[in-house]
Nanobody, 123 residues
Framework: QVQLVESGGGVVQAGGSLRLSCAASGRTGSIYVWGWFRQAPGKEREFVAAIVWSGTNTYYADSVKGRFTISRDNTRNTVRLQMNSLKPEDTAVYYC????????????????WGQGTQVTVSS
């Protein structure tokens, strides 16, 4: 089992920045890819970014490319999402997720999920 706890959410004005962190514990050595997803009210959960455990490959949704950066610190079992140039449409609950195998962009292929952290971007 792997436990994930997100932190770093909050309220920020449009154009501002936030950094989300995901602290992982348990059998983290079994994880192949780490991801961030988000879900806005009335919308389906959507992929934001992912990083392979080795850090060699990263993936981003088109809507966040050039603004968000995913990184991982394997020694601290932490995955981060640096979010710059935030827009009101980025407002959502952000979830950290971990998958033992499979595609990095498909929520159903992730095995473990955090409880989520709220990000609100005001205009």
């Amino acid at each position: 089992q792997v436990q994930l706890v997100e932190s770093g959410g909050g309220v920020v004005q449009a154009g501002g920045s936030l950094r989300l962190s995901c602290a992982a514990s348990g059998r983290t050595g079994s994880i192949y890819v780490w991801g961030w997803f988000r879900q806005a009210p009335g919308k389906e959960r959507e992929f934001v970014a992912a990083i392979v455990w080795s850090g060699t490959n990263t993936y981003y949704a088109d809507s966040v490319k050039g603004r968000f950066t995913i990184s991982r610190d394997n020694t601290r079992n932490t995955v981060r999402l640096q979010m710059n140039s935030l827009k009101p449409e980025d407002t959502a609950v952000y979830y950290c997720a971990a998958a033992k195998r499979g595609s990095s962009m498909v929520a159903d292929e992730y095995d473990y999920w955090g409880q989520g952290t709220q990000v609100t971007v005001s205009s």
